[in-house]
């Protein structure tokens, strides 16, 4: 079978998808200091630029409330019932952690770039 | 039962029992919300074909399920070269396994050379690969996780690194010692009847039967005992090729070792006796000639290479170095 070499397009995208997969945590961490329930937390996201995809973002939050960074409820809104997300405590101390580091990267890469 | 529900079910089906309710339920209303996005910006309801195309788009049940798993791939990428060259071993493996019977029948004369080459290449080959790898994998997702517990990888030390040498690569060594376990492994196998290779009697073209003489009765223990050492000496190569003094003790045994039995079996040759089947007299004589002569001259380079095998190892052990 004959390999394709993948394009530039390719690569891009696929370093690009790298990049972000590691600021998304922060951005979800970030919009969760306010409850939201998925669908409006993705479009939270997308209103900031954000686009992300819902079948990555739903079991995302489902590790992050697994390692006690979120905390969530069941509750009835526009009469349904949607699980409610928002920073636990520790999300909050690990959300300003991880906040400092980005602005330590973000400078340095300033000064790269 | 709606579309919806059909996928959702579908979705469950592969969820672990504990939170399949809950991720299904949140589940739904996402894609609720998505139908009702999507409602809201056509000014009607979705057709059945535009609510299957939504839920489509969403991913294949399978896919949607995996993503809600604890383990993500099978293998992970700090584990992978570990797996991949361990792969490369277990195929080396399967090709010995299956090229040495065949050698064998080959050499004896038992039957069709390309009869032979089938049969290892297209039968023994793409089974015992096939198993080897499948037992590779399954150790390896084992300690992907956590299931076998493993300090190999972790509990390494720089120093324990074999030193380079212009003459031979790291690879090379290990591959060289990988080749001797696989080759010893087999032969103590096979050597104690635990790994039976049907090539009938040792017969020469059918015509003349080969009886071992009585010394490799007499000789099956300390055979036996130099074939384990050689095996324990070729794996302690493998694991920790920079030990080179412990690696030095065992060859320097292996070449004694084979030099004492070297020795004792100059001293009782004939090694085979041979029976005629359908050969004549005439003929019985010149092959016991050749064999003969084989046997010394075999005898001889074996000696010699022994003995300088002996040095060699004498001279790492004494210096410590390759």
């Keep these: 079978m004959a390999h394709t070499m993948p394009t530039e397009t390719d690569i891009f995208e696929s370093l690009r998808q790298e990049l972000r997969r590691g600021t998304l945590i922060l951005a979800v961490l970030a919009q969760l200091k306010v409850e939201r329930y998925g669908?409006?937390?993705?479009?939270?996201?997308?209103?900031v630029g954000l686009e992300i995809d819902e079948g990555a973002l739903y079991p995302m939050l489902r590790r992050l409330e697994g390692q006690g960074l979120l905390t969530s409820e069941w509750r009835e809104e526009e009469k349904r019932k949607k699980r409610f997300y928002r920073l636990s405590t520790e999300g909050e101390a690990v959300l300003e952690r991880l906040a400092a580091e980005w602005r330590a990267i973000n400078d340095t890469l300033q000064n790269l770039i | 039962m709606d579309l919806l529900d059909r996928y959702l079910a579908a979705v469950a089906a592969l969820l672990p029992k504990a939170q399949r309710e809950d991720i299904v339920a949140e589940l739904r209303d996402l894609l609720l919300n998505r139908i009702e996005e999507k409602e809201e910006a056509l000014g009607r309801p979705l057709t059945d074909k535009e609510r299957e195309a939504v839920l489509k788009d969403f991913g294949h049940p399978l896919a949607v399920a995996g993503?809600?798993?604890?383990?993500?791939?099978?293998?992970?990428?700090?584990?992978?070269?570990?797996?991949?060259?361990?792969?490369?071993?277990?195929?080396?493996?399967?090709?010995?396994?299956?090229?040495?019977?065949?050698?064998?029948?080959?050499?004896?004369?038992?039957?069709?050379?390309?009869?032979l080459v089938a049969n290892a290449a297209f039968d023994h080959f793409p089974s015992s690969a096939l198993m080897?790898?499948?037992?590779?994998?399954?150790?390896?997702?084992?300690?992907?996780?956590?299931w076998v517990p493993l300090t190999g990888l972790t509990e390494w030390k720089v120093s324990e690194l074999p030193v380079p040498s212009k003459k031979k690569g790291l690879f090379e060594t290990r591959f060289n010692a990988v080749f001797e376990a696989v080759v010893v492994a087999l032969f103590i196998l096979w050597w104690t009847g635990l790994w039976k290779v049907d090539v009938g009697d040792l017969t020469v073209k059918s015509a003349v039967l080969l009886?071992?003489?009585?010394?490799?009765?007499?000789?099956?223990?300390?055979?036996?005992?130099?074939?384990?050492?050689?095996?324990?000496?070729?794996?302690?190569?493998?694991?920790?090729?920079?030990?080179?003094?412990?690696?030095?003790?065992?060859?320097?045994?292996?070449?004694?070792?084979?030099?004492?039995?070297?020795?004792?079996?100059?001293?009782?040759?004939?090694?085979?006796?041979?029976e005629p089947l359908t050969a004549s007299g005439a003929d019985v004589a010149g092959l016991e000639q050749v064999i003969g002569l084989g046997m010394h001259v075999t005898m001889l380079v074996a000696g010699i290479t022994f003995a300088c095998q002996i040095g060699a190892?004498?001279?790492?052990?004494?210096?410590?170095?390759?």
């Design chain 2, 132 to 146: 080897l790898a499948g037992l590779v994998t399954l150790v390896a997702a084992g300690i992907e996780r956590g």
């Design chain 2, 211 to 274: 009886k071992p003489s009585a010394i490799w009765q007499t000789l099956f223990w300390p055979i036996l005992a130099w074939a384990a050492v050689q095996l324990v000496g070729a794996l302690v190569t493998l694991v920790q090729p920079g030990r080179v003094r412990l690696r030095a003790s065992f060859e320097l045994a292996v070449a004694a070792g084979g030099m004492a039995l070297t020795t004792v079996l100059w001293k009782s040759l004939p090694l085979f006796t041979l």
């Design chain 2, 313 to 322: 190892a004498a001279w790492r052990l004494y210096k410590g170095a390759r």
């Design chain 2, 67 to 115: 993503r809600y798993g604890p383990q993500q791939s099978l293998i992970g990428p700090t584990l992978y070269p570990f797996y991949v060259f361990a792969l490369k071993i277990a195929l080396a493996v399967a090709a010995a396994i299956s090229i040495i019977p065949a050698l064998a029948a080959g050499l004896l004369g038992h039957d069709n050379p390309a009869h």
């Design chain 1, 39 to 47: 669908y409006s937390l993705r479009q939270a996201l997308a209103e």
